[in-house]
């Protein structure tokens, strides 16, 4: 089934649709180095997606949705607008950053490596503002007696993660799901003669819940009316309570719509002044959740998946707890379920037991 609204935006997908990149460290979406997979299941560089060269449209290429002159003048990632750089921050000895490394490693995985030392200082610090600290040490105390960490730590997850996201940010993900994936799980799943007819999808770091909300859009505008016999379930979780606050409350800015069809936005929001407001039935199939990807005991529990959305935050881990993270992703999806990642990700040297499957510029991981 060809989908005119995905034709509309599937040439939109080069830098003028992407976030200006942000020095500051930015997610997956800055990185230099986009995937995709050869045959062979090695990333290999595409030769336009998502590059700098395809920022200027080409003579005869399809017109863009957008008219790439307002992007850098209207949107400014959230990142950009973090005081990360401020140079009044006190500083960290070398030591005391690997203490502090070490301790956010050991609880989320992510990877601060030592040319991010002044992103790590510079989000402490903030933490200790708030608490009244003047120096790392005593955060550091405040954090790793159990007391106090069961308070404090939503609080750190908070600032040391990236939660850059927005509404159909990667367009041939979704319309692969759309048009291929989610037809053949359902369909197999009819074909049992006493299977539930429930579908379930993960949306795993799903921030402030953009991509699960799409997900649901596409589910309600596209999936429902050829298989109204199923339910559908979205599950979005993240390690940082702040945004699935925010991704609960359903109401969004200009920033996270940017690259929506029109015709979703028209259907399923309502706008008031800047905010965007999401309807009840789109939220209605998303439950948020708090889930540490690094937390195994928590992770053992995620479990009967169709789909997997794990995407742009493997990027922030090291190959160990990548291959941790995946492993678990793995148990967690039913067979013949599929894991999508970031388009800059890659599971080379993380995980075999997948099967690499293409789709129009995008790859997913399929369990067979
Ligand atoms: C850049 S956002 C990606 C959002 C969305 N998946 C997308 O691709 O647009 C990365 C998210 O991963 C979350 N994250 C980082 N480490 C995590 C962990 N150990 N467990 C769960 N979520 C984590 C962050 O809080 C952040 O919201």
């Not at 930015?26 to 998502?50: I, K, R």
């Not at 005593?138 to 730590?153: G, P, T």
């Not at 997997?308 to 941790?324: E, G, M, P």
Request: proline share 6%; net charge neutral.
């Amino acid at each position: 089934m060809a989908s005119e609204l995905f034709d509309k935006f599937r040439f939109s997908q080069g830098a003028a649709s992407r976030p200006t990149p942000s020095p500051l460290g930015g997610d997956a979406s800055s990185a230099p180095a986009p995937q995709q997979a050869s045959s062979s299941g090695t990333p290999s560089q595409p030769s336009t997606q998502g590059s700098d060269a395809n920022a200027s449209s080409s003579p005869g290429s399809a017109p863009s949705m957008f008219d790439k002159s307002q992007f850098g003048q209207i949107f400014i990632p959230p990142s950009l607008l973090t005081s990360d750089l401020n140079s009044n921050a006190p500083k960290m000895d070398e030591a005391t950053f690997k203490k502090f490394r070490d301790f956010v490693y050991e609880q989320c995985g992510i990877s601060f490596t030592e040319n991010k030392k002044y992103l790590l200082e510079g989000r402490i610090a903030k933490r200790l503002e708030a608490h009244n600290l003047t120096s790392f040490d005593e955060y550091f105390r405040l954090i790793s007696s159990s007391a106090s960490a069961r308070d404090e730590l939503p609080s750190l997850f908070e600032v040391v993660t990236i939660n850059e996201t927005y509404f159909f940010r990667n367009p041939p993900q979704f319309e692969a799901l759309e048009q291929v994936i989610l037809p053949e799980i359902l369909k197999a799943k009819q074909a049992l003669p006493s299977g539930a007819k429930k579908l379930r999808i993960w949306s795993a770091a799903s921030s402030s819940g953009e991509e699960a909300y799409t997900m649901s859009m596409l589910i309600l505008e596209r999936i429902k009316p050829q298989f109204p016999g199923f339910q559908f379930e979205i599950v979005a979780s993240d390690i940082n309570t702040a945004v699935l606050e925010k991704a609960r409350t359903g109401v969004y800015k200009e920033y996270s719509v940017r690259n929506m069809p029109q015709h979703y936005l028209n259907k399923y929001f309502t706008q008031e002044g800047d905010k965007y407001i999401l309807s009840p039935e789109v939220r209605n199939q998303v439950k948020f959740m708090c889930v540490n990807l690094y937390d195994t005991p928590t992770m053992r529990s995620m479990t009967s998946f169709d789909v997997i959305f794990c995407c742009n935050v493997l990027i922030y881990f090291d190959t160990q707890a990548k291959q941790q993270v995946v492993a678990n992703l793995y148990d967690a999806l039913n067979k013949g379920g599929y894991l999508f990642i970031g388009y800059s990700e890659s599971l080379h040297g993380v995980s075999k037991a997948f099967k690499l499957v293409h789709f129009p510029k995008t790859i997913a991981y399929k369990k067979e």
